[in-house]
Each structure stands twice: as structure tokens, then as C-alpha cells.
């Protein structure tokens, strides 16, 4: 589970039912086990107005625990990148009343946060719980790229290769993890990577 | 330390009477300057020099933020209050030299908003007159709905509509209009902002259908317009300053002790802004709670009380002020 | 008469220096031998006359030379300056406040016209001379905040104020003591001050926060805040890190004086009128120690202060390298007499 460290470090709580009539389920591997066990509290006839989108993880489990929760509209999907625009659509078709599940990796929540706040969806109303994986997003303050997928304490950055402290300080905006050269006054000092996220 | 609003010298420039309750108030600089311009949902405090008697309520600011020349308020007659109302009906006359705060703003419009819904009822509709002028200014977004009691107490009602046409639905009680809440509150696109002023069962069934349709807490935005009520004379020790007041029939424990020369911090005088919030060093007797600021255990354990518009009946109360 | 603007620079020959006048001047933020936090805010108001509050908003002889700068440091990096969307309106604000505060102080060098909303604003030590419309964008060449702050000292962060609490959602931020506002933009208060150390756990940002929601217009407010820098450099953002992070390598006994500077801020906060957000300008003053122990009481309360700083507030100001060297070089300046309360020098 995610560790409490600095205020900015986002904490994530347990998926609760929400009052309301649409429910819209956003999960990735292990974040289907959340949404299972939400569903064993949820009141009766609660996902006759649910939708779930779910990106299974390598070993395609979970799917038929969620497609026996019948609810509204399933869809599986290969990866973030491509439920984006139909997450865009649907949530540009929304009304206000529609509340947001959201459960897995730090990366998935992060990512589908952003689309939500993009569209007006105020992220305290946003329900999250993490599951599986600590990896981060983490971007570069100097070259403003993003890396994903960060397993390790330091880490280098995919774009510009300078090698980066991975910080505790995240941006919703950005759904990401701040990394900061760690060794600018001294290049050779190289402190050896180690898994700190995995 | 505390905070707190400077004042502006201001004159009383026209005195307009709107319906049988609503009378209008414009206001100038007695410098003949610019007021300062504010954000629609700001409200000035008036003070109301009422022979020895200091009475401050709350008004919200009605022209438009973009026009500063003058300020205007508009108030209901309020016959059964603690007079404050009154003394502006029939004392108040154009030339009258007063003193009003600077606008404080603790009902503003959420400028990410898509949309801006805003629901008024009675007298609520002022900080809405504000607002709309804001939006109007700058192509915003928005959509009023406003219910009144009769068509003639449907204060500016004709001026919202000549204004604002399609984006004003009226709703008359005596001809049994209702806003179709549930409906209304369905259909909204996402980023929508809700904002409800008016009596407090209004706003009260306006909260809880928006949370059972599951619009979050951080979307509605409410502002009553809770006066101090009337009721009976009590004693009051203010610890601090060693002073031992009454509070009379017609005051508020809030300017009973401003009256005795202490200044508790306030910003609303309507018990939502939790400035005033004072602790109770002792009681015997018990507390009438009308504030919005307070929890429920606030409310009970008898260790707080929002002077503003709370009173007390009892024995003995003492105050850490 | 006016202010004698300096031609100096804030990078590669670092020409920048202050006049005696404004080293008597500078902001010294310790009151007493030690530090530690506090939720230091108090009313800003005119203060003396020949301080930095002789004005609420100062200009200075390092004015021009402060602009050229930020000029050069947004066309390296244009997301120094950023506004969310639904912030345009408080950016006017502070295009008025900036406007009013600059021209009424120092009139000799701006002046500023209104007729309704045809606004008239001359910059003379910038050869500014602008007619817009206030309100409409298309007016002017840049938005409404990025226009006037590239004309005024310091940093600005507007802050949107909602649910109780106060969102980083616009500003310009090119001298700043390590932070980033391309990170921090849209984070609320707690959130943008994570990374501070200790704060927290003494429940300083909540009584801020409380503070700082309920400040109303015409009452602003101020705190000061220090950290310390090698090398006159204005733009120690975390962007050019791998630049100006290796200075602090270059401490040396004998450059003390001319390499380590105290770099002071001097926070304000001010409620903006059409908006109802508030604005957070953070003026940034810079002296290097052999200008700073020319007042003998400075030197020795500096050193103390440097001397017995806790561990995490040294690493959290970056300072742990070159500590000692400083704190040796300082020592020499400290006969142990007493100083005197106050910031002023003797």
C-alpha cells in the first residue's frame, strides 16, 4: 500500500458507494479486486447504472469477477492510451450527479484524474483506492519529460538521462512524481539504485 | 491578531421603494470618489446609528462589480425583527451621511465553472443581481431561477428578464410554479456550479437533493441571509475585559459587546463566517443556537457561541472576551 | 530626483552589487541570535522612510537590471510564467494593484492615466509607454499578469481562493529560491509547502491559512522569509538545478565574502478586488557577506543564527556544504558582545 510521507504525497482510501444514479468505474490489474469488494457493500440495483472500463494486467485476470457484477456497460481496454478518447467522450456527455470510481495503480489513478479534473469534475469528490504496483510517474523538472513505470531510488530520466531523486512532492495537474538531478554540485557522486517502488 | 474591513464614509443618494416590503438604497463616497469595486456575492456592513442604540447588518452589493459609482443594497422589511430593517425604512433618507464597511465576499462565484446555475428565493435574489451583471460583463455562463411569493414581490424581476431574457426562469408561489429541482439538477453538464440563496428551507432541500443526486459538497454553494433574532434580555460577563453587560430584547450579543467598547473580529454578522466564534469560560442556563458555523458538539457541549446571532437564557454566562 | 537604476548582472560575470544606501537598507530578517519558525505575519504598512517599506510595492536601483533578467529567463523557458484559464480576471487585478502601487511611489519614473477603461501607462526606466483597454486582453501584448510583471520586482503567485482553502493557479516565478511553478501550479496551500520541514507538525500552515483566507481589501498583510545563494543569482529555479547547483562546490575561505549572499524575501498579501483571490508578491533582496558585516551587528547575529540552525532547516535551505566554511569566516567577525533587539543595523 502507498506509505503517507509528505502532505502533497496523494493518499488513497477504500471505494465507498456514492449517492447518486451514474457510477462510472475506471480500473487497471489488481484495482478490479477493489471494485469487488465495493460491490459485496453496495445497495441492491447499484450497478444497473454503472459503467466499468478496466485494463486488465499481463495476466488478463479479473475480468469475469467484473462482468458478473452486470453492470450498465463493461469495456476492457489494452491500456490508458487507448480508453482516453472514449473516457473523453463519455465524460463530455456527462451530467453533474456523476460520481467517479477509481482503483489500481498510482499511475492509472493519476492519469484518469486528470481527464476527470479536465472536464470539471472536482477531485475530492473522486473515489480512489490503490492496488497492486507502487511504480510512479515521475517528471523531470529540467526537461519537463515524463518517465513511466519508476521502480527505482534514484532514477534516471527516459528523455534527457540526467539521473533524478525521485520526491515524495506530486502534482495532480501533472499526475506525477517531481525528480530532481541528484547530483548537480557533484557529478561524480552516484548513489546506487535501489527498488523502491515496486 | 485579528483581522477586519476598513470603512468608507459613504451618503445616502437615493431611497427607492421596489415592492411593499423591498426598499432600495444607493450609497456614494461623501468624497465624491469611486467606491472600491468588489466581486458579485460581496455584501458591505451597515452601521445603523439608531439614537444610542448601534445596530450592523450585512447587505449584499446588487449593481454591477464593472460600475462603482455608487453602491446599492436592497432591504426587506422585516416587521417582527430586532428593528434593524426598520430603522433603514423609515429613518434612512437620501442626504443621510453613514458608514459602511468594505466588501467582504464570502459567497463568490467559482470563476472554473462551465456553467452557473443559481437558484434564488424572496430577497435572495440579491447577490444574484451582482453576479449576473459579473458574468453578463464577460460572456459567462449562467442560468437563474428564481421564485418569488406573488408576481408584484418579485423584486427586479422584470429587470432580470429584460436583461437577461432566456437565461431567467421566474416561479410564483401563488400561482403554484415550482422549480422542478430534481429535473433541473439531472440535466446539468459536468463542471456545473450550483449556487442557492434564500430561505433556510430552501437552501436546506436544495442541499440535500443535490447530495442524493450525487453532486459533490464542493459544487453547491449557499449563502443565508440569517439576521440576528430578537428575543430576551440576558446578562453577560466578558472575562477579559472584566465588563458585565445586558443584552436587550432588540440587540444581539454581538453588538452588546461593541456597545461596551470590545471588538470581537467579524466579518458576516450572519453566523456562517466563524470569525466572532467566542468560548464560554462558564454557564448556568442554556444556549439558543442559531449560527451556521458551529458542529452539532459545538452546539452541545456549551464551550462556544457565535454572538452575532446566538443568545442565551439563564443565570449566569461568562465570556472570554 | 528619482532612483539611480545600476547596470549589473544576475549571471556568467555576476556585476551586481549594492550602493551603500541600499546595504543600510537591506531587509536583515533575524531579530534576535536564533531562528526558527513562526507565523511572522503582520499588517503591511508604510514603514520608515530609506527602508524597503518605504513603499508597499519597492522599486529599486536594481530594478532595470532585475527586468532584463526575468526577460532573458522567460525566453529561455516560457513556463516560468503560467495562469489557469479562469484566472485572467484576477490577473487584471494585479495589473490595477501593480500600476496604482508603482506609480504612486515613484512618480518620477511611471505614470499611469485612466479614463474609464482607456487606461495611459508609462515605465520610463523601461521606455514602456502603453494605451490598452483595461479588461481586454487583445490590448495589450501579453496577458494582463505576465504584461505588468515583467515591469515589477519580484515574484507573484495569484492564489484563487476556494472551499476554504488557496490555489496556486497563476504566476510569474523566475526568482525564486527553489521551487518549481510548472510542478506547483493548481496545488492548494498545504500541498505547495509539503516539502517544508517541521512547519507542518507545528500546525503553522493551518493558522496561516486561516489568517490568509480572511484578509479583506485595503488590509494587507506581510512575513518575511530567508534562505542563502552563491553567486548573485536570481534564477535559482529547480529547472536549472544541474546549473547553479555545482556553486555551491565553489566555497572557498578565502571567497566567502564575495560568493555567499543572504537572499531575503519579502512576502505580501494582498485580497484583489473583481476576483476575490489574493495576491502573494515575493521581493527578493540579495547582499553578499563582505557588504553585509560592513554592519558590525549583522555579522555577529549571523553568524550565531548560522551557526546553531537546526539540521533540517540547513538541508531543507541547501546550506549543508558550505556550512563551516561560512560559519569559520563569520566567527572571526563575532566577539561575542551582545547585539542589540531589532533587525536595524546599529
Excluded at chain 3, 218 to 245: F, V
Aim: charged share 25%; with cysteine; proline share 6%.
Amino acid at each position: 500500500m502507498a506509505a503517507k510521507s509528505i502532505i502533497s504525497r496523494p493518499v488513497y482510501g477504500t471505494l465507498s458507494p456514492q449517492p447518486g444514479k451514474h457510477h462510472l468505474f475506471i480500473a487497471d490489474a489488481e484495482g478490479a479486486l477493489a471494485i469487488s469488494d465495493m460491490a459485496a457493500k453496495a445497495p441492491a440495483g447499484f450497478f444497473d447504472g454503472a459503467e466499468i472500463d478496466f485494463i486488465p494486467g499481463p495476466d488478463n485476470k479479473h475480468v469475469a469477477a467484473l462482468e458478473a457484477l452486470r453492470p450498465a456497460q463493461f469495456h476492457q481496454a489494452p491500456s490508458f492510451a487507448s480508453l482516453l478518447p472514449r473516457l473523453k467522450q463519455t465524460l463530455g456527455n456527462a451530467h453533474m450527479g456523476l460520481r467517479l470510481y477509481l482503483a489500481g495503480t498510482e499511475g492509472l489513478i493519476g492519469q484518469a484524474m486528470q481527464v476527470a479534473l479536465e472536464a470539471g469534475i472536482d477531485h475530492t469528490s473522486m473515489q480512489t483506492e490503490h492496488r497492486g504496483s507502487l511504480a510512479r510517474r515521475m517528471q523531470c523538472v529540467h526537461c519537463k519529460g515524463i518517465t513511466e513505470n519508476v521502480t527505482t531510488q534514484p532514477s534516471t530520466c527516459s528523455h534527457c538521462g540526467l539521473l533524478l531523486l525521485v520526491r515524495d512532492h506530486y502534482s495532480r495537474r501533472l499526475a506525477a512524481f517531481q525528480g530532481v538531478c541528484i547530483n548537480a554540485e557533484d557529478r561524480s557522486e552516484i548513489p546506487p539504485m535501489e527498488e523502491a517502488f515496486p | 491578531m485579528s483581522t477586519g474591513t476598513t470603512k468608507l464614509d459613504v451618503v445616502v443618494s437615493d431611497v427607492v421603494p421596489v415592492n411593499e416590503l423591498v426598499t432600495r438604497f444607493h450609497f456614494r463616497r461623501r468624497d465624491g470618489e469611486l467606491l472600491p469595486t468588489f466581486s458579485g456575492g460581496a455584501h458591505v456592513v451597515v452601521e445603523m446609528r439608531d439614537g444610542d442604540r448601534t445596530r450592523l447588518n450585512p447587505y449584499s452589493l446588487m449593481g454591477s462589480p464593472l460600475d462603482t459609482r455608487e453602491y446599492t443594497i436592497s432591504v426587506r422589511r422585516d416587521d417582527v425583527g430586532r428593528g434593524g430593517s426598520l430603522f433603514m425604512h423609515r429613518s434612512v433618507k437620501p442626504g443621510l451621511e453613514m458608514v459602511i464597511s468594505y466588501p467582504v465576499n464570502l459567497f463568490s462565484l467559482d470563476l472554473r465553472a462551465k456553467k452557473h446555475l443559481m437558484l434564488a428565493g424572496g430577497i435572495g435574489i440579491t447577490p444574484f443581481m451582482a453576479q449576473t451583471a459579473q458574468l453578463a460583463g464577460e460572456g459567462g455562463n449562467f442560468e437563474l431561477h428564481y421564485t418569488c411569493r406573488t408576481a408584484s414581490l418579485g423584486t427586479y424581476a422584470d429587470v432580470l428578464r429584460e436583461r437577461y431574457d432566456r437565461r431567467i426562469r421566474l416561479y410564483h408561489d401563488d400561482r403554484d410554479e415550482r422549480i422542478d429541482l430534481d429535473r433541473l439538477l439531472s440535466t446539468q453538464p459536468l463542471g456545473t456550479h450550483l449556487y442557492v440563496c434564500g430561505p433556510a428551507g430552501m437552501i436546506n432541500w436544495v442541499r440535500d437533493r443535490a447530495a442524493a443526486l450525487g453532486w459533490p459538497s464542493e459544487a453547491v454553494h449557499f449563502e443565508h441571509f440569517a439576521a440576528p433574532q430578537p428575543g430576551l434580555p440576558f446578562d453577560v460577563t466578558l472575562a477579559i475585559s472584566g465588563k458585565t453587560i445586558r443584552v436587550d430584547e432588540q440587540q444581539s450579543l454581538l453588538e452588546a459587546i461593541e456597545a461596551a467598547g470590545v471588538d470581537p473580529p467579524y466579518l458576516c454578522r450572519g453566523g456562517v463566517c466563524g470569525q466572532c466564534e467566542t468560548n464560554v469560560i462558564s454557564y448556568d442556563g442554556k444556549f439558543i443556537h442559531n449560527d451556521h458555523w458551529l458542529s452539532e458538539e459545538d452546539h452541545r457541549s456549551g464551550c462556544k457561541i457565535m454572538p452575532c446571532v446566538s443568545r442565551f437564557e439563564g443565570r449566569s454566562l461568562v465570556l472570554e472576551r | 530626483m528619482g532612483i539611480t537604476f545600476r547596470k549589473e548582472t544576475f549571471r556568467d560575470d555576476f556585476t551586481f552589487r549594492n550602493s551603500p544606501e541600499h546595504i543600510r537598507r537591506f531587509p536583515f530578517p533575524f531579530h534576535e541570535d536564533a531562528y526558527m519558525y513562526a507565523v511572522n505575519i503582520e499588517p503591511h504598512v508604510v514603514g520608515p522612510r530609506g527602508s524597503v517599506l518605504e513603499n508597499l510595492i519597492d522599486v529599486d536601483e536594481h530594478y532595470v537590471a532585475e527586468m532584463q533578467d526575468r526577460a532573458l529567463v522567460l525566453a529561455e523557458d516560457p513556463l516560468r510564467c503560467q495562469s489557469l484559464p479562469h484566472m485572467t480576471l484576477a490577473g487584471w487585478d494585479l495589473l490595477e494593484l501593480l500600476m496604482e502601487q508603482q506609480a504612486l511611489g515613484y512618480p518620477e519614473h511611471f505614470t499611469l492615466t485612466r479614463d474609464g477603461d482607456r487606461w495611459r501607462w508609462i515605465n520610463r526606466p523601461l521606455g514602456i509607454d502603453d494605451t490598452f483597454t483595461f479588461g481586454d486582453t487583445s490590448t495589450l501584448p501579453y496577458g494582463p499578469m505576465e504584461y505588468i510583471t515583467r515591469q515589477s520586482q519580484g515574484d507573484f503567485c495569484i492564489l484563487d481562493q476556494r472551499d476554504g482553502n488557496l490555489w496556486m493557479d497563476a504566476g510569474m516565478v523566475t526568482t525564486q529560491a527553489d521551487w518549481s511553478l510548472d510542478f506547483d501550479i493548481g496545488m492548494n496551500f498545504f500541498e505547495w509547502h509539503a516539502p517544508v520541514p517541521l512547519a507542518h507538525e507545528k500546525g503553522i500552515f493551518t493558522r496561516a491559512l486561516k489568517f490568509l483566507t480572511n484578509i479583506q481589501q485595503g488590509k494587507p498583510a506581510r512575513r518575511l522569509n530567508w534562505t542563502m545563494t552563491i553567486n548573485p543569482r536570481l534564477d535559482t529555479s529547480p529547472e536549472n538545478y544541474h546549473k547553479w547547483g555545482p556553486d555551491r562546490t565553489t566555497v572557498t575561505p578565502e571567497n566567502v565574502g564575495d560568493k555567499v549572499h543572504l537572499r531575503v524575501e519579502l512576502q505580501s498579501f494582498w485580497r484583489l478586488p473583481r476576483s476575490n483571490g489574493i495576491v502573494f508578491p515575493i521581493r527578493c533582496y540579495l547582499i553578499k557577506m563582505d557588504e553585509l558585516v560592513t554592519q558590525p551587528k549583522w555579522a555577529r547575529r549571523l553568524h550565531r543564527v548560522i551557526r546553531d540552525l537546526p539540521e533540517e532547516l540547513a538541508t531543507y535551505k541547501g546550506l549543508t556544504r558550505y556550512r563551516p566554511t561560512l560559519v569559520e569566516w563569520l566567527s572571526k567577525l563575532d566577539d561575542g558582545s551582545a547585539t542589540s533587539p531589532g533587525f536595524g543595523p546599529d
